[in-house]
């Protein structure tokens, strides 16, 4: 290879300086060429960062106006759900007070039931060793001095809810097929007992008990009991027709 001084007499001083002066030249226009396309590489990727930007920007606007939106709904059905619970408190409540007037009148306008002193006496309702099951016992007796037979049979309505709905139930359909009856016949007192299933998903809140005397005179005898294991509490008075 030929070294600078070699080159430098075979071309000259001033060749060789102008060689130089162009190699020069050359090497900045390379690099100032590098450098736009550097720079043009940058900014795209800077303009393309920018636009990534906006439209994260525009979607977490988008999802924060839908998650304002679904909290204003969530909002609106949550005062909507106590607005109902509210309004079946108050029909609750106006029912209990419509029984218990109807119970008043109907010991005034129907006095001899009162005379044959047949009560309902209790209701004891325990959970069974079987999931969803559960027994039942009915105390009915009749507190006259001078007793005779009493006939007649007796209905059991269950009213709970169901998803936040009321329901209303007649055990005997939550009875095995072969039980018997709710009938009772007796002279001082008789137990109706049985098992029945509750369907899922049932929340039990009341049981209303409803005796259809046949002999010595027809008429109707009932009383509603909170919904309690063991030892159901009477939610009203009991009401007699």
Not at 70 to 80: H, K
Not at 112 to 141: H, K, P, T, W
Not at 148 to 159: K, P, R, T
């Amino acid at each position: 290879m030929l070294r600078g001084r070699e080159i430098k007499e075979r071309l000259g001083a001033m060749r060789f300086y102008l060689l130089l002066v162009a190699l020069l030249v050359l090497t900045m226009y390379a690099g100032v060429r590098l450098g736009n396309v550097q720079y043009s590489y940058q900014k795209e990727k800077i303009a393309g960062l920018e636009q990534t930007i906006d439209a994260i920007t525009t979607e977490n606007h988008q999802l924060t106006k839908q998650m304002n939106i679904v909290g204003v709904e969530l909002e609106v059905e949550r005062l909507a759900n106590q607005k109902l619970q509210s309004s079946l408190r108050q029909a609750m409540e106006g029912e209990t007070g419509l029984r218990q007037e109807l119970a008043f009148y109907k010991k005034i306008m129907a006095p001899e039931l009162e005379e044959q002193g047949v009560v309902i006496d209790s209701v004891d309702i325990e959970a069974s060793n079987s999931e969803g099951y559960y027994r039942f016992a009915l105390v009915l007796m009749q507190k006259n001095q001078h007793k005779g037979m009493v006939q007649g049979n007796v209905s059991l309505q269950l009213s709970g809810t169901v998803n936040g709905e009321t329901r209303q139930l007649d055990i005997r359909t939550l009875m095995d097929e072969s039980a018997q009856e709710l009938d009772f016949n007796f002279k001082y007192f008789e137990v109706l007992s049985g098992t029945f299933r509750l369907p899922e998903g049932f929340v039990p809140q009341r049981l209303n008990v409803v005796c259809d005397m046949t002999k010595p005179k027809r008429g109707q005898l009932e009383r509603s009991f909170r919904w309690q294991l063991n030892n159901p509490e009477p939610s009203d008075t009991p009401v007699n027709s």
